[in-house]
């Protein structure tokens, strides 16, 4: 069988080298890849080409992949797909898995969103208002709400761009949040903050026919108990949720296959890769969080780890419209990620610039993100620095392995320890 080759985008995130370790695992590809930093544990599985290249500047990441000539490319990062990249391919005949600029509006503007849910099923959308303009009214629509309240920025943007204020207390917080996002961006949205369990599926799409996977819950919260700074994910568990039945289940994928079909009438092209929702489960209520179109960061690591195929089996399926057609894709045992950040991450940078030692950690559940390299030395940037994960029979015994393994990495770093046993 001839080799394909293969191009990977995307950050320097546990994702990314845990897609590279799939890719090294079978002879068939040749793995280039084209980070926006260096992940020297990524280029270790490289057995193409490897660049480092700054991902805003779309131009020289299409015109690399046209020296390079690879029979596809994955796109991992979210703001890649945002710019374009997808219809640039399309133009010169390469496929991409991932989505037209058009159809990555559905994460690309959380209004876009509420506003396609307002018309196909509002029921599925909190109480919301979009703001375009900094006033009183802002403050004003925040102190309808009694308990909490969620500010959005509308776009892409770099870091957290949800936060979650309790009121009264963080009012005034809250307000000066909204006029600087604002400010910066030129929209936001209030919402009505909506208690229940958080959950998600990621659904991979061929265009036509999706793949669901198990349901998975994602630690975005910085601390213990789900709280603190919003991040884009401390870690993620697979397990059987109590509350997530199967008629719930059937409701989230059907959610998913109505915005497939909207996405789909939003482009010239079928929408192929990943759609990750995110929902609200409040007994046998839903309401829908927000839907991404890229390969999430943790729970990518998770999936990738419970395959019974190797990924590029998905890949290919997904290329040729026959996504259908796989069986037994995912083992039903438990899966635990955690991440390490700095030591007071996103609050100061008082840590970033030292040492990081995790050379004790078993290799096998070690998911390699964004560190800096010195000497030889990995040294902690402001920013999640690796990931642990492994896959067990019990959450007690899933947990004792991820956290064992934790425990052996030295350096002034946080890390969750409530993961597998916060709302589980």
């Not at 309808?144 to 776009?155: A, L, M, P, Q, S």
């Not at 004790?360 to 642990?388: F, H, P, Q």
């Not at 067990?392 to 320890?417: A, C, F």
């Given at each position: 069988m001839a080799v394909r080759h293969v191009v990977l985008i995307g950050g320097a995130t546990g994702r990314e080298h845990a897609i590279a370790k799939h890719f090294a695992r079978t002879k068939k590809y040749r793995l280039s890849v084209i980070l926006w930093a260096e992940n020297l544990f990524v280029r270790d599985l490289c057995n193409g080409e490897y660049h480092v290249i700054d991902l805003n500047d779309i131009d020289r990441v299409f015109n690399k992949i046209m020296e390079i000539l690879p029979d596809y490319v994955i796109v991992g990062q979210g703001e890649v797909i945002q710019r374009g990249l997808k219809n640039m391919l399309n133009r010169v005949g390469i496929k991409c898995i991932a989505p037209t600029k058009e159809a990555a509006k559905i994460e690309g503007s959380k209004t876009y969103l509420r506003d396609l849910l307002s018309q196909k099923a509002p029921d599925l959308n909190p109480k919301y208002k979009d703001f375009f303009k900094y006033s009183d009214k802002i403050k004003n629509y925040i102190q309808t709400f009694d308990d909490k309240v969620v500010i959005k920025c509308d776009g892409v943007i770099a870091g957290p761009r949800v936060r979650i204020y309790e009121l009264p207390e963080q009012l005034e917080e809250a307000v000066r949040n909204a006029e600087r996002w604002i400010k910066d961006y030129g929209h936001i949205i209030v919402e009505e903050y909506i208690k229940g369990h958080e959950i998600a599926i990621m659904s991979f799409s061929d265009g036509v026919h999706l793949l669901h996977t198990p349901p998975f819950k994602n630690h975005k919260r910085i601390n213990n108990g789900n709280v603190g700074e919003n991040t884009s994910g401390m870690g993620t568990i697979i397990c059987d949720f109590s509350y997530m039945t199967e008629e719930i289940i059937k409701k989230l994928h059907a959610i998913t296959e109505m915005i497939l079909?909207?996405?789909?009438?939003?482009?010239?092209?079928?929408?192929?890769?990943?759609?990750?929702?995110?929902?609200?489960?409040?007994?046998?209520?839903?309401?829908?969080?927000?839907?991404?179109?890229?390969?999430?960061?943790?729970?990518?690591?998770?999936?990738?780890?419970?395959?019974?195929?190797?990924?590029?089996?998905?890949?290919?399926?997904?290329?040729?419209?026959?996504?259908?057609?796989?069986?037994?894709?995912?083992?039903?045992?438990?899966?635990?990620?955690?991440?390490?950040?700095?030591?007071?991450?996103?609050?100061?940078?008082?840590?970033?610039?030292?040492?990081?030692?995790?050379s004790r950690v078993d290799s096998e559940l070690l998911y390699v993100g964004n560190v800096a390299y010195r000497d030889g030395r990995c040294i902690l940037k402001n920013s999640r620095a690796l990931a642990v994960c492994a896959v067990g029979d019990t959450i007690n015994e899933t947990r004792e392995k991820v956290y064992s393994e934790l425990q052996k990495i030295e350096g002034k770093i946080h890390y969750r320890t409530d993961i597998g046993l916060w709302e589980c």
């Amino acid at each position: 069988m001839a080799v394909r080759h293969v191009v990977l985008i995307g950050g320097a995130t546990g994702r990314e080298h845990a897609i590279a370790k799939h890719f090294a695992r079978t002879k068939k590809y040749r793995l280039s890849v084209i980070l926006w930093a260096e992940n020297l544990f990524v280029r270790d599985l490289c057995n193409g080409e490897y660049h480092v290249i700054d991902l805003n500047d779309i131009d020289r990441v299409f015109n690399k992949i046209m020296e390079i000539l690879p029979d596809y490319v994955i796109v991992g990062q979210g703001e890649v797909i945002q710019r374009g990249l997808k219809n640039m391919l399309n133009r010169v005949g390469i496929k991409c898995i991932a989505p037209t600029k058009e159809a990555a509006k559905i994460e690309g503007s959380k209004t876009y969103l509420r506003d396609l849910l307002s018309q196909k099923a509002p029921d599925l959308n909190p109480k919301y208002k979009d703001f375009f303009k900094y006033s009183d009214k802002i403050k004003n629509y925040i102190q309808t709400f009694d308990d909490k309240v969620v500010i959005k920025c509308d776009g892409v943007i770099a870091g957290p761009r949800v936060r979650i204020y309790e009121l009264p207390e963080q009012l005034e917080e809250a307000v000066r949040n909204a006029e600087r996002w604002i400010k910066d961006y030129g929209h936001i949205i209030v919402e009505e903050y909506i208690k229940g369990h958080e959950i998600a599926i990621m659904s991979f799409s061929d265009g036509v026919h999706l793949l669901h996977t198990p349901p998975f819950k994602n630690h975005k919260r910085i601390n213990n108990g789900n709280v603190g700074e919003n991040t884009s994910g401390m870690g993620t568990i697979i397990c059987d949720f109590s509350y997530m039945t199967e008629e719930i289940i059937k409701k989230l994928h059907a959610i998913t296959e109505m915005i497939l079909e909207e996405c789909n009438k939003s482009t010239d092209d079928l929408f192929i890769g990943s759609l990750y929702g995110e929902f609200l489960v409040c007994g046998n209520d839903i309401k829908v969080i927000e839907y991404n179109c890229r390969f999430g960061n943790p729970s990518s690591i998770n999936m990738l780890a419970i395959m019974n195929v190797n990924f590029s089996e998905i890949c290919e399926h997904i290329l040729e419209g026959t996504i259908d057609k796989l069986n037994n894709v995912w083992s039903n045992r438990v899966c635990i990620s955690a991440y390490i950040v700095p030591e007071k991450y996103m609050l100061d940078k008082e840590y970033v610039g030292t040492d990081l030692d995790f050379s004790r950690v078993d290799s096998e559940l070690l998911y390699v993100g964004n560190v800096a390299y010195r000497d030889g030395r990995c040294i902690l940037k402001n920013s999640r620095a690796l990931a642990v994960c492994a896959v067990g029979d019990t959450i007690n015994e899933t947990r004792e392995k991820v956290y064992s393994e934790l425990q052996k990495i030295e350096g002034k770093i946080h890390y969750r320890t409530d993961i597998g046993l916060w709302e589980c």
